[in-house]
């Protein structure tokens, strides 16, 4: 059975779309992209956690830390941490080849670098977003903020000497890992950063940039801005 006539029968056995409450930019946006290759429906809920308390009361409701992306699965489960969902959707739909399966030998690569992306480069973002979360000193926010972002390519810089990738990061295929790294090295300290820190990274990822199933949904919620290096 060819691909499509495959994810032609996922998208009849859900019969409710998924929800991703996210915002542009944000972590929703590998989800998104991975609900995208699979072709399974979802509606997009806009919540912008920055945007002030009524967003934080609003998002509050839906995932107790007040962050997204968040989503609600076709069962009426809410799922939070990005990582756990892509995880989940490509476990659910294997069909789609969205990561290694459990027998593979990649799998214990992959379950790494998926954490290793949330908790020791996302993670971080809590504190640069706002230093004032650790610091009330203003004074004091830019040096966080450049140490901070010191450590993130740090981080890419250990991922870069450890992976060895052929057309994506971790095969020959697209995967959900490629999704999250091509959305977090959009972030400060910036993909230009990323590409000198890491270059054995940056062939993966300009790939995943631009997959044309994708091309839309990069440019309407992560585009990137003049100036950008592609
Ligand atoms: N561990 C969470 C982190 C999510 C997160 O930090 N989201 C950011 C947006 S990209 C957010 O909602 N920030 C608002 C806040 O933390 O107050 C995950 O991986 O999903």
Redesign the pocket.
């Known amino acids: 059975m060819g691909r499509n006539r495959l994810m032609e029968n996922v998208k009849m056995s859900e019969s409710q779309p998924f929800i991703v409450y996210g915002?542009s930019?944000?972590?929703?946006v590998p989800i998104e992209a991975a609900l995208e290759l699979l072709g399974l429906p979802y509606r997009l809920e806009e919540?912008e956690?920055?945007k002030g308390s009524a967003e934080?009361e609003r998002?509050a409701a839906i995932n107790p830390?007040?962050?997204?992306?968040?989503v609600r699965l076709p069962s009426g489960e809410v799922m939070?941490?990005?990582?756990?969902?892509l995880i989940w959707l490509a476990d659910r739909y294997p069909e789609g080849r969205l990561a290694p399966a459990i027998g593979d030998a990649r799998r214990p690569d992959f379950l790494r670098w998926m954490t290793f992306v949330?908790?020791a480069i996302?993670?971080l973002?809590?504190v640069t977003?706002?230093p004032s979360r650790v610091l009330e000193d203003a004074g004091g926010h830019d040096e966080i903020k450049a140490k901070i972002y010191r450590r993130i390519e740090s981080c890419w810089a250990l991922m870069g000497e450890q992976l060895a990738p052929q057309n994506f990061l971790l095969g020959e295929e697209i995967g959900v890992l490629d999704l999250y790294v091509a959305t977090a090295s959009r972030?400060s300290p910036d993909r230009r950063r990323f590409y000198e820190v890491a270059p054995s990274l940056a062939g993966a990822i300009r790939r995943t940039d631009s997959d044309p199933r994708l091309s839309r949904l990069w440019a309407r919620r992560f585009p990137f801005e003049p100036g950008w290096e592609r």
């Open positions: 915002a930019g944000s972590g929703s919540h956690p920055w934080t998002l830390m007040a962050q997204v992306p968040a939070t941490e990005s990582a756990a969902i949330s908790s996302y993670a973002y809590w977003d706002n972030w």
